[in-house]
């Protein structure tokens, strides 16, 4: 097991085929949901607590994982921050996080997203938001909203009206990446 620390928030773990045997696990049977998988899970944290520094059990976290051909596994663990009523804008300043950005998209699936921003390519301008429900928001700026681009983004995303979007990922919504969102994915992938 290889455990890295990337930045205070992110993690990256690389298990082997032998590592997922003592947990009694593959890469087919990982399902959060099953108490064998939580089980490994929070022993594989407390090994990366120990080791590195890095609590996953003080915030909500993200874990994407991807599949090795050696029959292990590489994920990534992201904490999500919290959301305190601190961090809102006061009420008669109004800030919307969409200012400045021309349009959003929602898509269902993080593969959905990371198949639009291969063939958007990295955008300067462009930020994540992930739900509760596992889709993601990405929200951009200027050219890339119209024409071709636009097209592509709507093969594997919905177009979101950005009309009441503030007030929509404040609910439901926790802020993954700002300013660069494109850039990282592309960069990950």
Not at 24 to 30: E, H, N, P, S
């Amino acid at each position: 097991m290889e455990l890295l620390r990337i930045t205070d928030n992110e993690l990256k773990i690389i298990l082997s085929k032998q590592d997922l045997n003592e947990f009694d696990l593959t890469v087919r049977t990982i399902d959060y949901n099953t108490t064998k998988t939580r089980k490994a899970m929070w022993e594989i944290f407390d090994r990366a607590k120990a080791q590195t520094g890095f609590d996953a059990a003080k915030n909500r976290i993200y874990v994407r994982l991807f599949p090795l051909s050696d029959g292990g596994c590489e994920m990534y663990v992201s904490k999500i921050p919290r959301v305190r009523p601190s961090y809102v804008p006061h009420a008669t300043k109004k800030v919307l996080f969409y200012k400045g950005y021309d349009c959003a998209y929602m898509f269902e699936s993080y593969e959905e997203l990371c198949s639009a921003c291969d063939i958007i390519g990295r955008q300067k301008f462009s930020s994540l938001y992930v739900g509760n429900n596992g889709s993601y928001i990405l929200l951009l700026r200027n050219v890339i909203c119209r024409g071709y681009e636009a097209g592509i983004l709507s093969e594997y995303g919905k177009k979101m009206a950005l009309k009441y979007i503030n007030e929509y990922l404040n609910e439901h919504y926790t802020l993954l990446c700002e300013g660069n969102a494109t850039e990282k994915i592309c960069a990950r992938q």
